[in-house]
């Protein structure tokens, strides 16, 4: 018999006082649940007398955010905890170190990140990331270039692929992301002031077939071990330090997926910062930041994987002159594409961002939603032929000034 339970706040402490070596035996903790995404407990176990403290992240048998009538198999917290371990073994300044965990009870306990910043809140509150781009830029390269085919043994890759088939919670994505948004599906969420907007999603047959080709791209294709959830909200920062954490998505999917769930990111709270900017130099100035920081980002990236390629290839047939090119050109387009899809469904799908839905303003919120939605539709459009990175600046600031 299973012994899963969902942790109370004494169950969690206690938990967290059976860690050998971490809390004295004596030690006065406190604990707190702090969860605020959509699908897991949070605690916070601390000994303030000691400041010392982690976390236990619990998965729950369903989605949060709906309820009971949407079941989720607890094995995503074994995916997460031993996605993060592989994730910290290749980028060690980049991921929480985890203390440990239990695949019966559905938990890992962390390193807690209480200094840090959930980097959408940092966002909205008006703070820039200077080593952002060099940070995450080399995390995605660094985790994908090494788990996949380019970079590790390639028979030891098909039995890794196999630790990580996620069936729910790809589900999730292929329904939220590449599916519900572009029909009159039940999940979706919007408010009725853009329903105009949402319609023509609907209708739009020649987006429909560039998503269906994205979608074809997340079935399909295991090229490296995927974060699978790399928004802002799952990224940990100070101006210094960048951490990424929630890997509970993490298969084996096509590499512009992560790259285009950060791009994405930052393009949302572009979209909505004339909801936030008190006046137009700040605003001009945040923009620009955010997407010098989308260039960043893939530059990062692309310099990273070719150095990895060219010292780590273990490929024979990839050193072939113009393959990495080709290779290369591909993750970017399916980048911008993936960037797009994840654009729209935050604002016509179930699941929703606070950069855009916080703002107080009405039209403003309004008005970010609409420029949101143009950015998505001319990045997915687009992606199958764009030959820079640059294609996407321009189609934000086209998509902003409509
Ligand atoms: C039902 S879960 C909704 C969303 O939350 C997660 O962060 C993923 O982005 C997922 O699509
Ligand atoms: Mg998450």
Redesign the pocket.
């Known amino acids: 018999m299973s012994s899963y339970r969902p942790f109370s706040l004494e169950d969690a402490t206690a938990y967290a006082k059976s860690i050998p070596g971490f809390f004295a035996a004596d030690a006065a903790l406190s604990c707190e649940e702090i969860g605020d995404?959509?699908?897991n407990l949070v605690f916070r176990v601390a000994d303030p007398q000691q400041n010392k403290s982690l976390i236990i992240k619990q998965a729950l048998p369903y989605?949060k955010?709906?309820g009971e009538s949407?079941p989720l198999s607890l094995d995503r917290a074994r995916i997460e905890r031993n996605a993060l371990e592989i994730q910290h073994r290749l980028c060690p300044d980049l991921v929480p170190a985890i203390y440990g965990g239990d695949d019966e009870l559905a938990i890992t306990v962390m390193e807690d990140l209480s200094g840090y910043t959930i980097m959408r809140q940092g966002l909205i509150a008006g703070n820039t990331y200077d080593r952002f781009a060099e940070h995450i830029g080399r995390f995605i390269a660094t985790t994908l270039f090494y788990t996949s085919d380019l970079g590790m043994n390639q028979q030891e890759k098909k039995l890794q692929s196999a630790r990580f088939i996620n069936p729910d919670?790809c589900k999730?994505?292929e329904d939220?992301?590449f599916e519900d948004p572009y029909r009159d599906a039940a999940n979706n969420s919007f408010t009725e002031d853009i329903r105009a907007e949402a319609e023509k999603l609907w209708q739009d047959h020649a987006l429909h077939l560039e998503v269906a080709l994205l979608r074809e791209k997340f079935l399909t294709q295991g090229q490296a071990l995927l974060h699978g959830?790399l928004?802002t909200?799952?990224i940990f920062i100070t101006p210094e330090s960048t951490k990424v954490i929630?890997p509970e998505?993490a298969y084996y999917g096509p590499i512009g997926f992560d790259i285009g769930a950060v791009i994405a990111n930052l393009l949302l709270n572009y979209a909505a910062q004339p909801g936030w900017s008190s006046n137009d130099e700040v605003l001009q100035e945040r923009r620009s930041w955010l997407l010098t920081t989308i260039v960043g980002v893939w530059n990062h990236f692309e310099l990273n994987f070719r150095k990895f390629w060219d010292a780590d290839g273990i490929d024979i047939m990839s050193k072939t002159p113009g393959y990495q090119d080709l290779y290369i050109d591909q993750i970017r387009k399916d980048a911008i594409g993936f960037a797009g899809c994840k654009v729209i469904?935050r604002i016509v799908?179930?699941?929703h961002v606070a950069d855009i839905d916080t703002i107080d303003d009405e039209l403003s919120r309004r008005q970010a939603k609409v420029t949101a939605l143009e950015i998505g539709k001319r990045l997915i459009k687009g992606s199958r032929s764009a030959a820079s990175i640059a294609e996407v600046i321009e189609w934000a600031k086209a998509a902003a000034a409509k």
């Open positions: 995404g959509n699908l989605a955010v709906v949407w919670l999730i994505t939220l992301i959830d928004h909200g799952s929630d998505f469904r799908g179930l699941s």
